[in-house]
């Protein structure tokens, strides 16, 4: 990869367990944030990321939040 290359898509779960797909548009800004709930600073930006998309989300932009940190199975 290099710059100017397409971002390859992304596949995952939501907090709910559905499958979800991330796939790049041109016409769509793409946030990905990698975030941890043992993480302060993450947990704190929150607030921020979520007013950006309320402001911005008719604009084109996307806000994806990949959890990072350890999940305990037996919660799932």
């Given at each position: 990869?290099?710059?100017?290359?397409?971002?390859?898509?992304?596949?995952?779960?939501?907090?709910?367990?559905?499958?979800?797909?991330?796939?790049?548009?041109?016409?769509?800004?793409?946030?990905?944030?990698?975030?941890?709930?043992?993480?302060?600073?993450?947990?704190?930006?929150?607030?921020?990321l979520q007013e950006?998309?309320?402001?911005?989300?008719?604009?084109?932009?996307?806000?994806?939040?990949?959890?990072?940190?350890?999940?305990?199975?037996?919660?799932?």
């Amino acid at each position: 990869m290099v710059r100017g290359d397409e971002a390859p898509g992304m596949r995952g779960y939501s907090p709910e367990g559905q499958r979800i797909v991330v796939q790049y548009k041109p016409e769509t800004i793409t946030l990905i944030n990698f975030w941890a709930t043992w993480c302060v600073p993450c947990r704190q930006e929150m607030p921020a990321l979520q007013e950006l998309f309320s402001k911005r989300a008719q604009d084109g932009l996307q806000v994806v939040g990949v959890h990072a940190g350890y999940v305990d199975h037996e919660d799932l």
